[in-house]
């Protein structure tokens, strides 16, 4: 008999007939395997709370948002392992901390540090399925942590990694990692087989279809995940190590995220140790640096330094660079905050010469300027205006042979 950890995530579980449905494939699954089930909340649920928070206080308190956010996972826990009861299932719910799932005491975006195995493992061996909350845990001090938006992708690794179970299975609304958003593109195909570097550049570059950190996770750990609908039989994509995956194209799928927002400092003297004053308490913020570039003038006395950042992120970075003017000594600071990131990401990119160009130029036919440019060996990304990104993924995703 196998032991599985199949996800379910909050598309899945939306309505309460879709509850019944995700029952009965569990129920199936359960004939001649060993299941443990990881659910999501009912899809919008989190949002509603977290939104119900801000209106209290945009600084809601992060360990109190942790008990509040994970509350949506209690629902559907419950709701559908009585719908397994109802189906004559051995059936039982457990919360985070019942287990529990111990980890580190970094509130709102918590790492798994320990799961507790044995009552589980008496359980399934008897029979039973396991129905565990997804993204929330518990941490020394015995309050309630939660993962990081999407964080039950990371709870199912976690369940596989910690129960070793001979498979992770992620169910969701799509039929696997596609080669970029179906919401935007209605062309995007689906990836069968995707590397763990590749998916990780992904996530961490906007297709939300798996949380990077969960990937992180798979990767570190060489624990294979298999991304599938919980709508059709239809086999997904398998997220596996590099060398089991077979290049046929030289890029393998388009990301974007989109609430983007560029500061540029403009003429700052051009000597060591400018740069870390302007990131330095930007960073102790917590506020994340993504794309930098620098130029200097010709007499290289002066330079500009221009960084993108998150929208919300925005008023907060600009208040710390204006404390900081007397000792950063610039002239001006230009900003933009409707900006999209697009990336092409494809590990076959190594091999081959002429991705950038073609990129750039595919860009330029749709008449799309770029704004700032980033690079890795396997990826490539453009800050463009926000409301051209749905144009230039297209674009891109014809370009690359994608559609
Ligand atoms: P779940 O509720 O199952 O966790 P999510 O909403 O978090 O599902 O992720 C699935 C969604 O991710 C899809 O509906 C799709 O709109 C979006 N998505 C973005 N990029 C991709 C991609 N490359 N492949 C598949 N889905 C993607
Ligand atoms: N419910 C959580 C969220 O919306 C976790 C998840 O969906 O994976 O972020
Ligand atoms: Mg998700």
């Known amino acids: 008999m196998k032991r599985l950890v ?116 008496n359980f399934i061996s008897k029979k039973g399925v396991a129905v565990i909350a997804g993204f929330q845990g518990i941490s020394q001090e015995s309050r309630i942590t939660t993962l990081g938006r999407g964080g039950s992708d990371l709870s199912a690794v976690a369940v596989a ?19 970029t958003d179906p919401s935007i593109n209605e062309k995007a195909k689906k990836i ?13 570059l906007g297709a939300k279809v798996m949380q990077p950190n969960a990937v992180q996770t798979s990767m570190i750990d060489n624990i294979p995940l298999h991304v599938r609908s919980a709508f059709s039989e239809k086999s997904g994509t398998q997220i596996i190590p590099e ?19 560029k500061v540029s400092i403009v003429g700052v003297v051009d000597k060591p140790g400018v740069a870390a004053d302007i990131f330095e308490p930007i960073g102790k913020n917590n506020i994340n640096i993504d794309m930098v570039i620098q130029n200097t003038s010709l007499d290289g006395k002066k330079a500009n330094i221009t960084f993108t950042i998150k929208r919300e992120d925005l008023k907060k970075t600009l208040s710390l660079i204006e404390k900081n003017k007397q000792k950063l000594n610039y002239n001006k600071i230009t900003q933009d905050d409707k900006l999209a990131k697009i990336s092409i990401i494809g590990a076959g990119m190594q091999a081959n010469a002429g991705v950038t160009h073609k990129m750039f130029r595919s860009l330029a036919d749709e008449k799309i300027n770029i704004l700032a440019i980033s690079t890795s060996e396997i990826k490539i990304s453009v800050l463009i205006r926000e409301n051209l990104t749905q144009k230039a993924v297209k674009a891109l995703h014809k370009t690359f042979g994608l559609n």
């Open 243 to 261: 060398s089991e995956v077979d290049y046929k194209k030289v890029v393998t799928g388009i990301a974007y995220s989109k609430g983007n927002a």
């Open 192 to 204: 069968d087989k995707i590397s763990y570097e590749e998916m990780l550049e992904m996530a961490s």
């Open 161 to 179: 990694k910690f129960f070793q179970t001979d498979s992770c299975e992620i169910y969701t609304d799509v039929d696997g990692v596609l080669t």
């Open 6 to 121: 199949v996800k379910f995530g909050g598309s899945s579980v939306g309505t309460i007939e879709k509850i019944k449905k995700v029952a009965n494939i569990i129920k199936r699954l359960s004939e001649s395997n060993e299941i443990i089930v990881v659910v999501s909340a009912m899809s919008g649920v989190t949002n509603e709370l977290k939104a119900k928070s801000d209106l209290i206080s945009k600084n809601f308190d992060n360990k109190e948002l942790d008990v509040l956010l994970s509350s949506g996972e209690q629902v559907s826990c419950s709701l559908l392992s009585g719908a397994l009861i109802d189906l004559g299932i051995k059936a039982r719910s457990w919360l985070g901390w019942q287990i529990p799932i111990i980890t580190n005491d970094n509130y709102t975006s918590s790492q798994i540090m320990k799961i507790k195995t044995d009552e589980i493992l």
